[in-house]
């Protein structure tokens, strides 16, 4: 498999990412553990959120978010198919990160993302190049913990996906 189109990928996320305000980037080094029909593996993700804008009139804000992530192959006895779960799988995404509420609010802290990725491998669990990442999370200044769902949304079969429970440490630059 060749990686051009992950390395295309990269080189324009970076011209993005190059854009955006730097000295208001929040890093994190999450670390957790991926399932696909039942089947663990260890999964690491370094992921920069951007400053923080309003939506809107309304109490939302999102921020420009980028991810990087590695997701560590599996042996399954049904791994006798074109796809399998045998290789390991790294992922660039970028998207937005929305919390609702004033800083002060206790449920300020809460997070929903949604980005779109690209992969170097395709799997039984990530049957395309492209998928869509969703997580739900709680962020405080120094440590967040998240449950992460990477998919194709059903444009390729089989369509199994990784969902993973992750726990991060954070600093900000």
Do not use: C
Not at 30 to 38: E, I, L, T
Request: charged share 15%; aromatic share 10%; hydrophobic share 45%.
């Amino acid at each position: 498999m060749s990686l051009r189109p992950l390395i295309r990928s990269a080189l324009a996320l970076a011209l993005v990412t190059a854009a955006l305000p730097a000295t208001a980037a929040h890093f994190e080094l999450q670390a957790g553990r991926s399932y696909s029909n039942s089947h663990g593996a260890n999964t690491a993700f370094v992921e920069a959120v951007f400053a923080p804008q309003p939506l809107g009139q309304t109490r939302f804000t999102w921020a420009p978010d980028v991810s990087l992530g590695w997701i560590d192959g599996r042996h399954v006895a049904s791994d006798d198919s074109r796809y399998t779960n045998r290789d390991s799988v790294a992922l660039l995404a970028a998207g937005a990160r929305f919390h609702f509420g004033e800083a002060g609010d206790w449920y300020q802290p809460l997070f929903f993302s949604e980005q779109l990725a690209v992969t170097n491998h395709t799997t039984h669990a990530l049957s395309s190049h492209y998928q869509f990442v969703s997580t739900l999370g709680w962020q405080a200044k120094h440590f967040s913990v998240a449950l992460r769902h990477v998919s194709n949304g059903g444009l390729h079969r089989p369509n199994t996906g990784e969902t993973m429970a992750l726990v991060g440490v954070a600093f900000d630059l």
